[in-house]
């Protein structure tokens, strides 16, 4: 028990009525923090006593929302910065030891939410305080943190998304482009990275809506099968090709721009040109004993949906509906999902 | 039920247990003579962390997949004497039933439905007494000796016992998840027909009632007339005993939920406050309560705005005020993790489903009156509850709004596209979860038109009929169009959605925001075909189970995040076809095509890898049962069996006339008989009947 856990405040037991449900038998150490938490709450006192509480209260359940709302409160409320200005404040000394307590909470692979918002809801503060190398410094400061935990857990979903924000937050230009290369970095230590491969979308995309150029999608797309032939079975580059060039497609299309659309199917013809190559050469070279590429769903998957975005050309819908009725039996367990998918293309080539 | 059957639920015992039934087997040909498949493992080139994770996850399922006929007889004797095969059909001790019993048997067939054991009939020492086959005289179930079963009365003992009686102090991780945990346990057991009476969904006390008369070895073979009339008293005894339990479990669950429930102010600007409705609603009665507390307007009554009062009705007073002010303070609520905890929205709605469930489990009239339904007065408390505080649900929901001007919220003079998100609480995370959990409660409580439902008589005269006072039209803040478009941009390239845009896609975001979209009539906001690819690509090959992301591993609670999607938007694209193809008709009478996935391989999963042999659902084999999985399994599993079915499902009194209450199923896997499970609503994830009893008590 923290010694600074005064006791001259009245506890306030908790009142979960008679007789609940789902009650935990605490602990008497457990009990004693949160009866004394709740006074303090209950009695808004953002004092120092008060935030060392939140400490053994936090220790006890990192999960417990409400504490580390009240903790920022305190925060906020001794420290000094808060001057006058409109937004609150916290001390950088404040904020740094917070960090690191919450660091050392969450282990090498903290997952709860309240954790990562605690570093969020303190760095839009900090970061609030600094601009120019400074604030670049703060948040590659954060970056090495996440870089930690990914380490450790290299799909830590919070770990991907805080990292999104700060690149968001900062939208740095030196920033995105070094993102692109992290991503790669995670790439390469496991092509079935799946949160890499969407971290290197992000980057590129620098979080917004806007496409990218076809230029920057041309190469994306050869980027995407070079990830392919290093294992054509991996789902990622796959996705990521249809993903890049869909959204060309799409793009030009909603503009109507006949230029942009000629180009965007030429792209689309030399891509599905690329993937059957591919095809034909590990037909002949199998990239495994065990699995022909005839078996290989990912990439048949990805030449039917780019087959079938040519819906005058009946060529290439015949095409794409031999492969579905395969992958009907390479792929049995969506065998109803490539039915339906055979069902619209027959619709189409009628 | 709980003091009936005492588990020995701890973790080791159960690890044991599972180890020991790893032999459980079922060599994926399914009840129904689907045609085999050969469902390949994941396939390779390269070694990575992702692939040997992968690999041993198959690894941990194969046990389970083995062909169960070719099993040695302890082994399936242990399957049978856990629960997850059906017992021996003592039937066939006769000479007769056990010559047809081998008269059909091929004794090299491997299908799981045809092999039956018919040599180890003889060899087998039936110690059991004649008549207590009384549990086990259902013909199909005989014929079908390797039907894996769900071991229904081991997780509803599981279950109702995490509810009853006291967590041990190693579930402080869930201090803020009360009102998950209550519902996690409570749905799963109303899926599992806990709070049924001998409907379709078979009940636990029937057959506990034969379960008691079999084991008591003293009942041995006496079969008088005095007996059985004992029998009949014994077993209406421990009815009774069991509806008593139950019904204090249900009102200790709303006293719970209850104390759970904390208000708090919340600001909004007075010009929304003046067109909408609710928020009025809302100054009124705050106005009052602080009059009633000082005493000076007692006449006032409690339940409505101003009863009839003159033109001095003070509750005209605040709204006069409202248009000076430009901040006005009204009084929020929302249900917290537990007791004084902040509200917050997840646990609301976990809170807002549970007393759905217990409103409508006590307030449907079943075979008997609603009053003398022994459910009735805790589903009556639910009810009020819930009636009591919608629309402080209401305002704290409106209060965690975010607006983001565009991409990276940078402003832009033009096309500049404004969107909506929530926080999950004040001072909170910004999430598509927020999205899905505000617009559920808001759906079951009748929070999401335009027409005002609350009294709103600016007149203050008590002249006008019900139904014109209903109607004024307000603006309804969630119906803003930029709600979905915050949720439509959570959609990846991929085609799943993620927490934020650009986030990663994944199940349990992509469920709320499918399910958000769902509630908000939004879904062509979307990339639909995108979707529906992602979603099926999500289904293991192998395991037949969900896994949540790309290349990640299955998980047994996916079964609900992304089999329930699938349902969700199948029913869509079909709903949706069927508008744009024949408006006029107002019949439903196409035939509703079968889901998308792979729901027998799904409920193979389920029933083989993710049953804990002692009660109880979890992940994936090497992980321990808990609540949620528990809870997600199920779900998953409810999805899997029921046949799709239009969205919302049409109010019960028009589905009885529909289709003459006749359940529809999806292929089923396993024991048919007794697998079956309640049939959960999968936007809303309790079941559809509950759902139906809370949109027809809207008025």
């Known amino acids: 028990m923290n010694p600074s856990v005064v006791l001259d405040i009245v506890p306030i037991p908790q009142d979960d009525g008679p007789d609940p449900v789902c009650s935990i038998a605490y602990s008497p150490e457990f009990v004693h923090a949160y009866d004394r938490f709740r006074a303090v709450l209950k009695a808004d006192e953002r004092s120092e006593r008060a935030f060392h509480l939140t400490t053994t209260c936090l220790e006890l359940n990192p999960a417990n929302y409400t504490v580390w709302h009240f903790r920022r409160q305190c925060l906020i409320a001794l420290s000094s910065a808060n001057t006058s200005g409109r937004a609150p404040k916290i001390d950088v000394e404040r904020i740094e030891s917070d960090l690191d307590f919450a660091d050392k909470l969450g282990g090498t692979n903290p997952k709860n939410y309240q954790l990562w918002y605690h570093r969020r809801a303190l760095l839009e503060i900090r970061f609030g305080g600094e601009a120019g190398d400074a604030l670049l410094e703060v948040a590659k400061k954060e970056l090495d943190y996440i870089d930690r935990i990914l380490e450790d857990d290299s799909k830590n979903y919070h770990a991907w998304s805080h990292r999104q924000w700060i690149m968001r937050t900062l939208n740095n230009p030196e920033l995105w482009t070094s993102e692109v290369d992290y991503a790669y970095s995670k790439t390469i230590e496991d092509p079935r990275n799946n949160s890499a491969w969407n971290q290197r979308w992000f980057a590129l995309h620098e979080g917004r809506s806007d496409v990218l150029t076809l230029e920057t999608a041309r190469e994306e797309s050869r980027y995407a099968l070079s990830g392919a032939k290093i294992d054509p079975f991996n789902e990622c580059p796959w996705r990521y090709l249809i993903g890049v060039l869909m959204e060309q497609w799409r793009s030009a299309h909603k503009s109507g721009d006949a230029e942009d659309i000629a180009r965007i199917i030429e792209l689309v013809r030399e891509n599905i040109d690329n993937v059957k190559e591919m095809y034909h050469m590990w037909e002949e070279n199998p990239p495994s004993e065990d699995h022909p590429i005839s078996a290989c769903v990912s990439l048949l998957s990805a030449l039917v949906d780019l087959l079938v975005l040519f819906k005058d050309e009946k060529e290439l819908l015949a095409e794409a509906k031999e492969i579905v009725k395969d992958l009907t039996v390479e792929d049995p367990v969506r065998r109803k999902y490539w039915r339906m998918k055979e069902g619209e293309i027959s619709k189409l080539l009628a | ?699």
């Open chain 2, 1 to 699: 039920m709980n003091a009936a059957t005492p588990t020995t639920d701890n973790a080791a015992a159960a690890a044991a247990a599972a180890a020991a039934a790893a032999a459980a087997a079922g060599d994926g040909a399914d009840a129904s003579g689907r045609p085999a498949f050969v469902f390949p493992k994941a396939r390779y080139i390269l070694d990575t962390e992702s692939t040997l994770a992968q690999m041993a996850a198959e690894a941990e399922c194969a046990p389970f997949f083995i062909d169960l006929p070719s099993l040695p007889e302890e082994q399936l004797d242990h399957l049978r004497s856990v629960g997850l095969l059906p017992p021996l059909p003592l039937i066939m001790l006769d000479d007769d039933d056990v010559h047809e019993v081998n008269d059909d048997d091929d004794d090299d067939d491997d299908e799981g439905d045809k092999g039956d054991g018919g040599d180890d009939i003889n060899t087998i020492r039936f110690d059991q007494p004649k008549n207590s086959n009384t549990t086990t005289n259902d013909p199909s179930s005989s014929n079908n000796l390797f039907n894996i079963r769900l071991l229904r009365d081991k997780h509803i003992a599981y279950l109702s016992n995490a509810l009853s009686n006291p967590l041990s102090k190693g579930y402080v991780s869930l201090d803020s998840s009360h009102p998950w945990m209550i519902y996690w346990c409570l749905h799963s057991l109303d899926l599992l027909g806990y709070f049924d009476f001998g409907s379709s969904v078979c009940t636990s006390s029937s057959r506990i009632v034969g379960s008691g008369s079999r084991g008591s070895g003293s009942s041995s073979s006496s079969d008088t007339a005095a007996e059985a009339g004992r029998m009949k008293d014994e077993a209406s005894w421990v009815h009774d005993v069991e509806i008593l339990q139950k019904r204090t479990l249900l009102q200790r669950i709303v006293s719970t939920l209850q104390h759970c429930y904390m208000e708090v102010p919340v600001e909004f600007e007075s010009e929304e406050v003046v067109t909408d409705c609710r928020l009025r609603e809302l100054l009124l009665l705050d106005a009052q309560k602080d009059n009633t507390d000082n005493a000076v307007y007692t006449s006032i009554g409690g339940d409505s705005s101003g009863g009839g009062g003159g033109g001095d009705d003070p509750a005209q007073q605040p709204i006069a005020s409202t248009k000076k002010a430009k901040v006005v303070a009204v009084i929020g609520g929302g249900f917290g993790g537990g007791p004084q905890q902040l509200p917050h929205v997840a646990t609301t709605y976990a809170a807002v489903l549970a007393l759905s469930i217990v409103a409508s489990i006590g307030m449907t009239e079943q075979s008997k009156s609603s009053d003398d339904h022994p459910y009735h007065e805790p589903g009556r408390l639910a009810m009020e509850l819930l009636t009591k505080i919608r629309l402080r649900l209401y305002a704290f929901f409106l209060s965690l709004r975010e607006e983001f001007k565009n991409d990276n919220n940078k402003e832009v003079e033009e096309g500049g596209e404004r969107k909506t998100a929530f926080r999950m609480h004040h001072d909170g995370e910004i999430d598509v979860r927020a999205s899905y959990c505000i617009l559920t409660p808001c759906y079951l409580l009748g929070l999401l038109n335009n027409v005002c439902d609350v009294d709103d008589d600016d007149d203050g005269g008590g002249g006008a009929d019900e139904s014109n006072a209903n109607t004024t039209n307000d603006y309804n803040p969630l119906l803003s169009p930029t709600i979905p478009r915050y949720i439509a941009s959570c959609q990846t390239f991929e085609g799943g959605f993620g927490a934020e845009p650009f986030n990663e896609a994944h199940g349990g975001y992509t469920f709320c925001a499918l399910a958000a979209l769902r509630i908000l009539n939004a879904v062509p906001l979307i990339d639909v075909n995108a979707l529906s690819s992602w979603l099926a690509r999500r289904q293991m090959s192998y395991e037949g189970g969900f896994c949540g992301r790309t290349n990640k591993l299955v998980d047994g609670c996916y079964s609900f995040w992304q089999g329930g999607a699938v349902a969700v938007l199948d029913s869509w694209l079909h709903d949706d076809k069927e508008r744009s193809g024949r408006e006029e008709t107002t019949t439903c009478s196409t035939a509703y095509r079968e889901i998308s996935f792979d729901e027998v391989m799904l409920q193979r999963y389920i029933l083989l890898c993710a049953q804990d042999v002692n009660g109880g659902l979890r992940d994936k084999p090497s992980k321990s049962k808990d609540f949620y999985h528990s809870c997600y399994n199920l779900s998953g599993l409810s999805v899997a069996q029921h046949a799709l079915k239009p969205w919302p499902s049409p109010s019960i009194d028009a589905s009885a006339i529909d289709d003459g209450k006749e359940e529809k199923f999806s292929k089923l896997f396993g024991d048919t008989k007794t697998n079956i499970i309640g049939r959960t609503d999968p936007v809303i994830n309790i079941r559809e009947e509950r759902v139906q009893f809370m949109r027809d008590h809207q008025e």
